[in-house]
């Protein structure tokens, strides 16, 4: 009896993050803490670039990456990361007339890489190039498959930013419980081809005449990862 209070007493006193570990050896279902992590230093490059009048080009369709997304904070354990991925969409038809709907476009062509694109298919598209996700979380490997995909614009859950949110149920390393992710990836300083522009703000170029998004940061501050 002496001996079942001192280990009762013991894993009172150990961090909820320890008796999820110590748990893993003992073969049954753990329901571990809620994961809540910040997403850091993560890059979405937008291939020939993003703006108002895209790129013309006679191939069917354009892949976009994102990459070096790292996974921190409190609520992380030891943190984690994601590998990056290719995200492959549709090129539209250039129409009958030239130079319609965009500049430069001519019957036969395909045109990629517009605003309007990556507000009316961009989440589409993010779908379906995640429908399997890969995660790491303090020492666990986690695979998802997302559900969802939605666009978040400026005022919503990236405050002033714009950015979308993928989510899903996603599958732990037993003998852990987990069963839902959703990954909020907010968008903030930019690169841009030589021009006008705002470096500051992804989504404030969408309004500039004359800019062209090569690349755009994820922001650490407002993007998150939960798992629970």
Known sequence: MIRKLLMVAAAAAMPMGAVAVGALGAGTAVAAPTYTCSLNGGVVTFNGGLSANGSVTTAKTN????????????????????????????????????????????????????????????????????????????????????????????????????????????????????????????????????GPGDPSSFINNLTIPGSDVLTANVDSASSSLVIS
């Open 63 to 194: 892949a976009d990456t994102s990459s070096g997304i790292t996974f921190a904070g409190a609520g992380c354990g030891s943190g984690g990361s994601t590998i990056g991925r290719t995200i492959t969409s549709k090129n539209t038809k250039c129409g009958k007339t030239p130079g319609t709907p965009v500049p430069g476009c001519i019957k036969g062509d395909t045109y990629y890489g517009t605003w309007s694109q990556f507000a009316g298919s961009g989440s589409a598209a993010i779908q379906k190039a995640l429908k399997k996700i890969n995660l790491t979380v303090d020492g666990h490997a986690f695979s998802g498959k997302t559900k969802a995909s939605v666009g978040i614009s400026p005022g919503g859950s990236c405050g002033a930013e714009a950015g979308f949110q993928i989510s899903g149920s996603v599958k732990p390393p037993k003998p852990l419980t987990y069963s839902t992710y959703s990954m909020t990836v907010c968008l903030g300083t930019v690169t841009l081809a030589p």
